[in-house]
T-cell receptor, first 110, second 115 residues
């Protein structure tokens, strides 16, 4: 599985869009980009995933660059409850082992 | 639809004891994976079950074992507990449709403390 790199921490003002970047320059053609988040001591929560097209669901939007070497998770209107560690991972299928890196610790500030 | 449930949520044991953790996947999901999460090691894969068969196994000692029942519910057992087994144990389920659009959904975890 491709290695991903993310900034260790970010702040975002409540109500503003949170844009979380992820670099996956070694991603292979059959690997999907998945995003999960984990609020302290709770189970990871699936957010969104995509292959090459931009994706949107009720939680977030995922923008993948045309060369697929990086992506951005967008939380359109961040709330205090979005404060969590966000993990970007590359997996071939859901049957791959989920392997989290350090992730990005997002703090939403009132 | 109910999410992945895990019981118990918290557990305190002493060294040398054994423990059994339970996971009920989302209704209709056939694959169950188990993970151990610690501050030092991060998220580590234990094993994955599908149709009552272990399909994949991580690098853990034989003290860690699991099984899956015909209703897809799964249990994992840790025998001869050690202090280092203190962790958050997570269960994840997926439909296992053998397509790459499937997704693993995690449960809330069982927090195991070994004294």
């Amino acid at each position: 599985d491709a290695k991903t790199t993310q900034p260790p921490s970010m702040d975002c003002a409540e109500g503003r869009a949170a844009n979380l970047p992820c670099n996956h320059s070694t991603i292979s053609g059959n690997e999907y980009v998945y995003w999960y988040r984990q609020i302290h001591s709770q189970g990871p929560q699936y957010i969104i995933h995509g292959l090459k097209n931009n994706e949107t669901n009720e939680m977030a939007s995922l923008i993948i660059t045309e060369d697929r070497k990086s992506s951005t998770l967008i939380l359109p209107h961040a709330t205090l409850r979005d404060t969590a560690v966000y993990y970007c991972i590359a997996m071939k299928t859901s049957y791959d082992k989920v392997i989290f890196g350090p992730g990005t610790s997002l703090s939403v500030i009132p | 639809k109910a999410g992945v449930t895990q019981t118990p949520r918290y557990l305190i044991k002493t060294r040398g004891q054994q423990v059994t953790l339970s996971c009920s996947p989302i209704s209709g999901h056939r694959s169950v994976s188990w993970y151990q999460q610690t501050p030092g090691q991060g998220l580590q894969f234990l094993f994955e079950y599908f149709s009552e068969t272990q399909r994949n196994k991580g690098n853990f000692p034989g003290r860690f074992s699991g099984r899956q029942f015909s209703n897809s519910r799964s249990e994992m057992n840790v025998s001869t507990l050690e202090l280092g087994d203190s962790a958050l144990y997570l269960c994840a389920s997926s439909l296992a449709r053998f397509t790459s659009t499937d997704t693993q959904y995690f449960g809330p975890g069982t927090r195991l403390t070994v004294l």
